[in-house]
């Protein structure tokens, strides 16, 4: 089973800027499609940024899109979700989450494909 830890959460100001890291290990880092979800309190956990194996294809919902950035580096078996612009409504914990059986170019849309999961990291934007 592979681990995958996070780091870079805190507290900012909105309008503030954040970049979490996530390590993996275990693992052939390459061999796994990269996602970054969110769970506030008392809502339900959701997909943020998703990349591809070969790291060209990614996806973002509406409320992130032109704001987060996510990316990968398979040389270091590390993503990354660059956070610009945040807002109070981006608080929540952020994990990082492994998928496998994916194809090289595709994205890992839904939860359940997704196998191994960090612990989360707390992001928390001030008004």
């Known amino acids: 089973q592979g681990q995958l830890v996070e780091s870079g959460g805190g507290l900012v100001q909105a309008g503030g800027s954040l970049r979490l890291s996530c390590a993996a290990s275990?693992?052939?880092?390459?061999?796994?499609?990269m996602g970054w979800f969110r769970q506030a309190p008392g809502k339900e956990r959701e997909l943020v940024a998703a990349?591809?194996?070969?790291?060209?294809?990614?996806y973002y919902p509406d409320s992130v899109k032109g704001r987060f950035t996510i990316s990968r580096d398979n040389a270091k078996n590390t993503v990354y979700l660059q956070m610009n612009s945040l807002k109070p409504e981006d608080t929540a914990v952020y994990y990082c989450a492994a998928a496998d059986s994916v194809g090289y170019y595709v994205i890992a849309s839904f939860r359940n494909e997704y196998i191994d999961w960090g612990r989360g990291t707390q992001v928390t934007v001030s008004s």
């Open positions: 275990g693992r052939t880092f390459s061999s796994y499609g």
């Open positions: 990349i591809s194996r070969s790291g060209t294809r990614t």
